[in-house]
């Protein structure tokens, strides 16, 4: 089987979604400008472009990317299609590069709607993503995507609503062999919601006889339940014994002029394939964009697989 190189990464709202919580009425409209502020400040426009020449410069098969947004200013209705769209900034911004990459899946959260102080309101939704480098060895097939059964609740403007949170699978196909990828974002504010967004993904796309990839931003840290389960089900960290490798913890507007990644959280995992070598990407002062932006709040992670 020929080598699979894996990048996940984080590619960052833009800004804390968990500003609106908790809010009210006549607060929510307020606290929503403030959001929509800082996710114009932090310019994914920009970022797309240290992102394109970090992954172009990691050189990975398939890229498996969580918190690939659509924000849109508009008002109730629909969300507009025209919408700024992360997904297509990063693909242009690679292809710049000179490095092309198709979609092979997607796994959308519901858009949703929300006033905002000031103008019309602000339409967002979330996505994961995979996609594939088009001049590669591998092939995506046979993808499928599906939304957690199991999700922590937040309160704003007096209704409840589920933080819709996911993952997004496929195939991949090269030199006769098969390998599924997964790629997933588990949830942040309620830990204990972990472990059965796990289970889900144990029993979905990762229950099949080829060897798997499962990748994303799992929110927890070796030694945590989640990765102890991983362990239990035949799945190595392709990081391994390496020591470091902090991936989560830029400040919310990306601008600190030194690093503050601290935790490791992002993560590849295999069942069935032996990792070769592995490296974290976005984390170096030079990866910034030239007017002093992190790339993400998180880094990068890429891992080699062999069979």
Same mark, same amino acid.
């Given at each position: 089987?020929?080598?699979?190189?894996?990048?996940?990464?984080?590619?960052?709202?833009?800004?804390?979604?968990?500003?609106?919580?908790?809010?009210?009425?006549?607060?929510?409209?307020?606290?929503?400008?403030?959001?929509?502020?800082?996710?114009?400040?932090?310019?994914?426009?920009?970022?797309?472009?240290?992102?394109?020449?970090?992954?172009?410069?990691?050189?990975?098969?398939?890229?498996?990317?969580?918190?690939?947004?659509?924000?849109?200013?508009?008002?109730?209705?629909?969300?507009?299609?025209?919408?700024?769209?992360?997904?297509?900034?990063?693909?242009?911004?690679?292809?710049?590069?000179?490095?092309?990459?198709?979609?092979?899946?997607?796994?959308?959260?519901?858009?949703?709607?929300?006033?905002?102080?000031?103008?019309?309101?602000?339409?967002?939704?979330?996505?994961?993503?995979?996609?594939?480098?088009?001049?590669?060895?591998?092939?995506?097939?046979?993808?499928? %995507? &599906?939304?957690? @059964? =199991?999700? +922590?609740? !937040?309160?704003? *403007? /007096?209704?409840?609503?589920?933080?819709?949170?996911?993952? $997004?699978?496929?195939?991949?196909?090269?030199?006769?062999?098969?390998?599924?990828?997964?790629?997933?974002?588990?949830?942040?504010?309620?830990?204990?919601?972990?472990?059965?967004?796990?289970?889900?993904?144990? %029993? &979905?796309?990762? @229950? =099949?006889? +080829?060897? !798997?990839?499962? *990748? /994303?931003?799992?929110?927890?840290?070796?030694?945590?339940? $989640?990765?102890?389960?991983?362990?239990?089900?035949?799945?190595?960290?392709?990081?391994?014994?390496?020591?470091?490798?902090?991936?989560?913890?830029?400040?919310?507007?990306?601008?600190?002029?030194?690093?503050?990644?601290?935790?490791?959280?992002?993560?590849?995992?295999?069942?069935?394939?032996?990792?070769?070598?592995?490296?974290?990407?976005?984390?170096?002062?030079?990866?910034?964009?030239?007017?002093?932006?992190?790339?993400?709040?998180?880094?990068?992670?890429?891992?080699?697989?062999?069979?």
């Amino acid at each position: 089987m020929a080598p699979l190189r894996v990048l996940t990464w984080n590619l960052y709202l833009g800004g804390d979604i968990s500003r609106i919580f908790g809010s009210g009425l006549a607060t929510l409209p307020g606290r929503m400008a403030g959001l929509w502020a800082m996710v114009e400040s932090t310019d994914f426009a920009a970022r797309a472009k240290v992102l394109a020449t970090c992954i172009a410069a990691a050189g990975p098969d398939v890229l498996a990317l969580q918190e690939v947004f659509r924000w849109a200013a508009a008002r109730p209705g629909r969300m507009p299609p025209g919408a700024p769209d992360f997904l297509e900034l990063l693909i242009a911004a690679l292809a710049d590069r000179g490095v092309g990459y198709d979609l092979a899946a997607r796994s959308a959260a519901t858009p949703l709607w929300l006033p905002a102080e000031g103008g019309p309101g602000v339409w967002m939704q979330d996505a994961q993503v995979i996609l594939v480098r088009r001049d590669g060895p591998w092939a995506a097939i046979d993808p499928v %995507a &599906g939304r957690f @059964a =199991t999700s +922590h609740h !937040v309160t704003f *403007a /007096g209704h409840q609503f589920p933080i819709d949170r996911g993952w $997004v699978a496929a195939d991949l196909q090269g030199d006769g062999r098969r390998v599924r990828l997964v790629c997933t974002h588990l949830e942040y504010f309620k830990p204990e919601v972990q472990l059965p967004q796990l289970a889900e993904i144990l %029993a &979905g796309p990762a @229950a =099949t006889d +080829h060897p !798997v990839v499962l *990748a /994303g931003d799992f929110n927890s840290g070796p030694g945590s339940p $989640v990765w102890q389960r991983l362990d239990e089900a035949g799945f190595v960290d392709g990081w391994g014994g390496q020591g470091a490798g902090a991936t989560s913890g830029q400040p919310e507007d990306l601008r600190n002029p030194e690093s503050q990644l601290a935790d490791r959280i992002d993560a590849i995992f295999a069942r069935g394939l032996t990792p070769v070598d592995a490296e974290v990407t976005g984390h170096r002062p030079t990866d910034r964009t030239p007017g002093g932006l992190w790339p993400s709040d998180h880094a990068g992670v890429v891992v080699t697989w062999k069979s």
